[in-house]
Structure formats: structure tokens, C-alpha cells
């Protein structure tokens, strides 16, 4: 098994669907979560941290289930410039590295 | 000015060839990264360094070596290039006194080996 695998896609939504990306993690010791948009032939930037409890930030929404070891990212509305790669980063235990996932290339249309 | 430098951002060379890419950053991070991307296959990590004085090898550090100059400077050098180091490549900082050590990457170096 991977250590942090995402679907590939790419997702084809319309403007203003709600599209929902999951990514699952190997490492049970694993503490910190991320979400990172990447857009094509850039460098990945943050999009947002992912905390326990859930967390949102504007039409954004991560969720983090550790039992099941996944976390997931939330777009609602989607618009034109949301289209990217949204790459999942966990972090490795007893270190400040990150593993990324692949990423999920996201493509929203008129 | 951006927080993280990348030189070049552009670099064709020859397989044999050594070339060294250069990474900079006024984030005042002690934390320093260097990874690989290739299309389909995500960020790879080939070294990393907490200090100055703390270099560590990555999941393929293999044909590469590093030099961590200063806190500010963190440099990658590949010492005979071959034709499958062909990629895009990101330095990346973080910092460990934050609650969220996310890290903030450069905008990246297109390596071209012939």
C-alpha cells in the first residue's frame, strides 16, 4: 500500500457543483495534514491545514478521519479558477518531512 | 520580492554534465527541502536539512548531493546528469518553532538532460 494515495482523476465538474476529493494515509502516527493547489507547471501552495475537528475556509471544507486514516477536501460552488492539481501532504512521524500524494487534477467548466 | 528563490529557472545540459541548482529564501526558516516532481508520479523527496549542520537523505537521494551554504542557502547538485533526472524541481522551507509546519515551496527549476 502507498503511503498517501489520491485519485488521479481528472474531475470534470460544471461551475457551481460541489466536488469532494479523498485521500488516504499508511502512517497511523501521522500528526499533521495538508492540502496543497497546485496549478499546472507551478509550485504547490498551501490551501489549507486539516485539523481534527474539521476545519472551513470559505467555500473550502477538510475533514480528517483518523480512524479510518483519510482525509478529505470539500469544494462547494466550484468556479472556473479552482481548477488545479489538489495534491494531500501528511507528515511522517517522529520527523517534519512530508509525503504528497499524487494528486487530483480538478477541471471546472463554463 | 518572493520568499523562495530558485536559480534557474531553466536548465538544459548534457548527459555527464555536473550543474548545481541553487535554492534561497528570507522566510528565516531553518528547515530546507528538496524534491523532485515528475508528471503522474508527485513530489519526491531527495534531501532535506533541519540546520546548517544537519543534511538528510530523502526517499531518492541517489545522484544527488547537497550543500546547505548558510540557513538561507540550500543547494542541490546533480554530479553526472543522466537522462531520467529530466524533471521539475522544488526547494521548499518550513519552520519548526510553528504550530503547522506546512511548507512554503519556490516556484521551481525545469532540468532538461540530453
Avoid at chain 2, 536539512?49 to 526517499?59: A, L, Q, R, T
Avoid at chain 2, 547537497?66 to 531520467?84: C, D, G, H, M, Y
Wanted: charged share 20%.
Amino acid at each position: 500500500r502507498k503511503e498517501v494515495e489520491q485519485d488521479p482523476g481528472p474531475f470534470n465538474v460544471p461551475e457551481g457543483a460541489t466536488v469532494a476529493f479523498n485521500c488516504t494515509y499508511s502512517n497511523s502516527a501521522s500528526q499533521s495534514f495538508f492540502w496543497y493547489r497546485q496549478d499546472c507547471r507551478k509550485e504547490p501552495k498551501l490551501l489549507m491545514s486539516v485539523y481534527s475537528s474539521g476545519n472551513e475556509d470559505g467555500r473550502f471544507t477538510a475533514q480528517l478521519n483518523r480512524a479510518s486514516q483519510y482525509i478529505s477536501l470539500l469544494i462547494r460552488d466550484s468556479k472556473l479558477s479552482d481548477s488545479a492539481t489538489y495534491l494531500c501532504a501528511v507528515t511522517n512521524s517522529g520527523y517534519s518531512t512530508l509525503t504528497f500524494g499524487k494528486g487530483t487534477m480538478l477541471l471546472v467548466s463554463p | 520580492d518572493a520568499d523562495v528563490t530558485q536559480t534557474p529557472r531553466n536548465r538544459i545540459t548534457k548527459t555527464g554534465k555536473r550543474i548545481m541548482l541553487e535554492c534561497s529564501q528570507t522566510k528565516g526558516h531553518d528547515r530546507m527541502y528538496w524534491y523532485r516532481q515528475d508528471p503522474g508520479l508527485g513530489l519526491q523527496l531527495i534531501y532535506y536539512s533541519f540546520d546548517v549542520k544537519d543534511i538528510n537523505k530523502g526517499e531518492i537521494s541517489d545522484g544527488y548531493s547537497v550543500s546547505r551554504q548558510a540557513q538561507a542557502k540550500f543547494s542541490l547538485s546533480l554530479e553526472s546528469a543522466i537522462p531520467n533526472q529530466t524533471a521539475l524541481y522544488f526547494c521548499a522551507t518550513s519552520d519548526p518553532r510553528l504550530a503547522e509546519e506546512t511548507q512554503y515551496f519556490g516556484p521551481g527549476t525545469r532540468l532538461l538532460v540530453l
